[in-house]
T-cell receptor
């Protein structure tokens, strides 16, 4: 069965430190992977999708099919990065997203 | 362009009642997906509608149902409410065509409390 695992519920770093939010998935085919973010009192919004291979707000994520991972990275965390981050998988069946449990990122000053 | 709109924002119901939640997608979006978000289970997919037809379904009991209208607006219904149905229900819309993989845009959600 398709599954997305985010092993860390909470990740706390200091401003300026590097950040890596882990995401592993299980899927036998070629899924599309996403990172969604939810800032305090805001709705869930797309941060990155693997297919676009771009950097958004300094974040990047590389799909590693061998390790079935899609970790989210940022070299220097900012306080405004504090939010809930969700990794999600689309299993090529239209509008169905399978989400991980989410990782709360807290960036301290 | 207006975003995804969900109404009502908050609902309080008692066990055994039924409830209907509404979702208006972004103009031009034809796919609407519904998710249940709880602290214990996280975000779980309920179902997706495309062109008034249910295209995907998650692992929820038959008490959870939905529909989509010709203007792409969607409703979901939960009958015989249980305490465990208390959750934030999120709706997302996308431009998705058949078998397409598109970005989903989320609404603010409807917070359902079952007493």
């Amino acid at each position: 069965a398709q599954r997305v695992t985010q092993p860390e519920k909470l990740l706390s770093v200091f401003k300026g430190a590097p950040v890596e939010l882990k995401c592993n998935y299980s899927y036998s085919g070629s899924p599309e992977l996403f990172w969604y973010v939810q800032y305090s009192r805001q709705r869930l919004q797309l941060l990155l999708r693997h297919i676009s291979r771009e950097s958004i707000k300094g974040f990047t994520a590389d799909l590693n099919k061998g390790e079935t991972s899609f970790h989210l990275k940022k070299p220097f965390a900012q306080e405004e990065d504090s939010a809930m981050y969700y990794c999600a998988l689309n299993d090529n069946q239209g509008g169905k997203l399978i989400f991980g449990q989410g990782t709360e990122l807290s960036v301290k000053p | 362009k207006a975003g995804v709109t969900q109404t009502p924002r908050y609902l309080i119901k008692t066990r055994g009642q039924q409830v209907t939640l509404s979702c208006s997608p972004i103009s031009g979006h034809r796919s609407v997906s519904w998710y249940q978000q709880t602290p214990g289970q996280g975000l779980q997919f309920l179902f997706e509608y495309f062109s008034e037809t249910q295209r995907n379904k998650g692992n929820f009991p038959g008490r959870f149902s939905g529909r989509q209208f010709s203007n792409s607006r969607s409703e979901m219904n939960v009958s015989t409410l249980e305490l465990g149905d208390s959750a934030l229900y999120l709706c997302a819309s996308s431009l998705a065509g058949p078998q397409a993989k598109n970005i989903q845009y989320f609404g603010a959600g409807t917070r359902l409390s079952v007493l």
